[in-house]
């Protein structure tokens, strides 16, 4: 049975700094994806990361700010985010479709990926 969970939100200043986390269960080498969701607003697409090779993709509202990573071993991915602004405030979620690779168009629809976490808060704010 496939199981994803998050960890890692809190709240944190502008211009700081968190990293989440999305442990796997249930299945190995496959890719995940991080989407967000804040009040009112639609889930998009953060960063997708293949399971083999690593190749990385980002929203480019976070690109150089955000870094994804993964260890296969542990059957984790990372969400390292840096210079947070309160836009970036929202729940975090991982996802996958259980593939290998990341879709072309990782970044929608959400409805795509059969499995999902439960979600963890980030609350950027002074």
């Known amino acids: 049975q496939v199981q994803l969970v998050e960890s890692g939100g809190g709240l944190v200043q502008p211009g700081g700094s968190l990293r989440l986390s999305c442990s796997a269960s249930?299945?190995?080498?496959?890719?995940i994806a991080w989407f967000r969701q804040a009040p009112g607003k639609e889930r998009e697409g953060v960063s997708c990361i293949n399971s083999g090779d690593h190749q990385s993709y980002y929203a480019g509202s976070v690109k150089g700010r955000f870094t994804i990573s993964r260890d296969n071993a542990k059957n984790t991915v990372y969400l390292q985010m840096n210079s947070l602004k309160a836009d970036d405030t929202a729940v975090y979620y991982c996802a996958t479709d259980a593939r290998p690779f990341c879709y072309s168009e990782w970044y929608a629809p959400p409805e795509r990926y059969g499995y999902w976490g439960q979600g963890t808060p980030v609350t950027v704010s002074s």
């Open positions: 249930g299945f190995t080498f496959h890719a």
